[in-house]
């Protein structure tokens, strides 16, 4: 629970207050007064008469009552001031910048879970402990630095590293990015990123920040990150977002492909992408991110690069037409117009170079002449620095003005820090960000411009049938197995998914009763092992009653084999579609082609489900592969809206039997007219 006495509070009291600027409770206090805390602060420390220029308290005892509470003392005596200040001086809200709680295991757990009993028994807010604190635009009530700029029109910030916040704020403040609040969660004892996303959003109004970024390190409660993060973006919102921990840190023995294929950091890629958060790989790619959303929004992919240097020109159309942007060719009467306003050996067809000894008028004419006059250009990037010779702030000034005032979106790139490091200030401080590298930029760009919307969640209601369905399944199976082949069938068959007709022979008399009346080919599969193929357990083509009996023979020796599947030969396109269920995520849908394309090229799109119909189109167009479902050479494509209705289906299957952990269908078979399933195995 976030409080107003941790947002904008009217006291503060420091309790480990010093003169030393080199410990935690000596910096915060720095902070609160070089940031200006228009309220009272009520400094706390025995060996102190004054801190830093104020009266300082010797015992909490001493202090008025308060609003707010900064804790930077020994671990051990936190709880009890915790108490006494809510019991007895009416703190409402705690930020405890100490550590030694539960990152140190063994005691420190206990000590957090008693501190957490203390602040619910007084329904009071907890940033920490273990943090860096909390900065917005009515205080800084942090022991670390940099302070950025506060402006309420600034992002707004939330990081699960306290280190990782300082790093990125450094990067910031170098760029002009400008924050509104910033909170450095800890260990996130009560409130962490999730709970600050609640609050942004439960407080969202007119003059509310709407840009979002946040570092994390483990989503919490991925359906409340979900919640508040898609409300968010439905309100206006854009989300940067940096995870870390993409990696697996050991392996994990797994059973199926799709458990093979799935992960923790697909989970995560899933939330993101369904919310629509713009997922970011680096603290720097954050801040460009940020940077970008801090401009007018982009409404399309053309872009116009306007430089005075040809190098950097190049490099940003490659780096934009590598992640799907388009730079196209400016030919028209307009054109060789602006052309003839620029100076000789200049080119308009872009890039846009109006050479090294181009003047800042021509750059705001150039600029007049893209938002005016070019309908083909969405949104321009300006890349100017210069090599020493002469002062650039008129150039930077027309910049700002244009900026402002023109329609479409303009990205300045300035990349002299050293040479025009006074201008690049000037610029800054004219309340601009900028971009010091242009490839940096445009991939960044096109991330932006490529992340969708939330996707629009469509919840399945269960029937009367389906909670009778669910029982009898559960009637007939143990849980934490791979289920039969008869019941794979029947849950596909209930959800209306096509199968590929089969027989199921535990036995060779029974077989042999129905050699004759199979529709030759058939094909031959082992019942038992998971991975057929592996272990020899599937044949293919077989072309009579004899072959059917020597083959059930040869795949009854198998190892674990407990009967044999026999299918009619179908053949068509093979794809693969699976399900599995990571923790607290919720199922995760996977698409992309079959057979042993799916761990050989790992050519897969995945979901975060329940999906909509939308979305499975997307799912499909994803793969690389794509243009074999579409039909390449001659050959005919697949019923992609069918496709999708199948995709759907298994969606609602998930709903309908939450307890699926695992599920392949592969391969479904795939024609222009048809698509069946021929092999599938289900984990409950």
């Known amino acids: 629970m976030m409080n107003p006495s941790l947002i904008a509070p009217k006291s503060i009291a420091l309790v480990g207050a010093s003169n030393e600027l080199s410990k935690p409770g000596g910096k915060a206090l720095a902070n609160l007064l070089s940031a200006k805390f228009d309220g009272e602060i009520y400094p706390v420390n025995p060996k102190e008469q004054i801190v830093q220029g104020i009266n300082c308290f010797k015992e909490i005892t001493e202090i008025p009552n308060c609003d707010l509470a900064i804790i930077a003392i020994a671990s051990k005596f936190v709880n009890p001031t915790v108490d006494y200040l809510a019991e007895h001086k009416g703190t409402k809200a705690f930020i405890v910048l100490s550590a030694g709680f539960s990152e140190v295991g063994g005691e420190g757990i206990a000590l957090e879970q008693e501190l957490v009993q203390i602040i619910n028994k007084h329904q009071a807010s907890l940033i920490g402990p273990n943090c860096i604190g909390v900065m917005n635009t009515h205080y800084a009530g942090v022991f670390a630095g940099p302070i950025p700029k506060l402006d309420p029109k600034g992002c707004d910030f939330v990081s699960g590293s306290g280190a990782t916040a300082v790093f990125i704020l450094e990067t910031a403040i170098q760029r ?17 990123v999730e709970e600050v996303l609640e609050y942004w959003d439960n407080n969202f109004g007119e003059n509310s920040s709407k840009i979002k970024l946040i570092y994390i390190e483990q989503v919490h409660n991925p359906q409340k990150f979900l919640k508040h993060t898609t409300s968010l973006i439905k309100k206006g919102c854009r989300i940067a977002a940096v995870k870390s921990g993409t990696s697996e840190a050991g392996s994990r023995a797994v059973s199926s492909h799709t458990g093979s294929l799935a992960g923790s950091d697909s989970a995560v890629d899933a939330l993101f992408r369904k919310a629509g958060i713009i997922r970011c790989s680096s603290r720097d790619e954050l801040i460009t991110i940020g940077s970008v959303l801090f401009y007018k929004e982009l409404k399309g992919n053309n872009i116009a690069i306007i430089t005075h240097a040809g190098g950097p020109g190049i490099l940003c159309t490659d780096a934009l037409q590598k992640n799907g942007m388009n730079v196209p060719k400016i030919e028209d ?17 872009n890039p846009i170079d109006f050479l090294a000894t181009g003047t800042a008028e021509q750059l705001g004419i150039i600029l007049d002449y893209v938002d005016n006059y070019f309908d083909n250009i969405d949104g321009s990037i300006v890349i100017f620095g210069t090599p ?16 402002n005032t023109l329609k479409k ?23 601009k960000a900028i971009f010091p590298d242009e490839a940096n930029l445009a991939t960044a760009l096109a991330k932006v411009y490529n992340t969708n919307k939330p996707a629009e969640i469509e919840k ?30 029947n849950i596909l068959e209930y959800v209306g998914l096509p199968l590929v007709p089969e027989y199921y022979y535990a036995d060779k008399k029974s077989i042999d009763k129905d050699v004759h009346n199979f529709q ?37 020796q198998i190892t674990d084999a407990t009967g044999v599947l026999v299918q009619p030969m179908v053949s068509g396109t093979e794809l693969f579609i699976g399900l599995k269920k990571e923790d607290d995520f919720g199922h995760i849908i996977f698409f992309g082609l079959g057979g042993i394309f799916v761990e050989v090229l790992k050519d897969i799109s995945y979901k975060l489900l329940p999906i909509n119909n939308y979305e499975a189109h997307e799912l499909i167009k994803s793969i690389k592969s794509y243009p074999l479902i579409q039909g390449i050479r001659g050959k005919k494509g697949i019923d992609q809206d069918r496709l999708a209705d199948i995709l759907m289906k298994v969606s609602k299957l998930s709903q309908i039997l939450p307890e699926i952990t695992e599920m392949d269908i592969n391969p479904l078979i795939a024609t222009e007219n048809s698509i069946f399933s021929v092999d599938m195995r289900i984990k409950i």
């Open 520 to 556: 030759y080919p058939v094909v031959m599969k082992v019942i038992g092992p998971v991975h057929k193929s592996d272990v020899g357990g599937v044949v293919l083509n077989i072309q009579n009653g004899e072959e059917v009996l020597s083959n059930y023979d040869k795949l009854m």
């Open 176 to 192: 002009g990015l400008p924050f509104a609040s910033i909170y450095s969660v800890g260990n996130s004892a009560t409130i962490g």
């Open 333 to 349: 009467e307009k054109a060789n117009e602006l052309l003839s306003k620029l100076y000789y050996g200049s080119s308009v067809a």
């Open 460 to 489: 399945y209601n269960l029937t009367k049938e389906d909670i009778e369905f669910r029982n009898e399944i559960f009637s007939k199976v143990s849980t934490n197995e791979f289920l039969p082949p008869d019941i794979n069938k």
């Open 388 to 403: 020493g010779l002469f002062d650039v702030t008129d150039a930077y000034n027309v910049l700002n003005n244009k900026i």
């Open 409 to 431: 979106p303009i990205f300045p790139v300035l990349p002299s820090p050293v040479q025009a490091a006074k201008e690049t200030e000037h610029f800054i401080n004219l309340g």
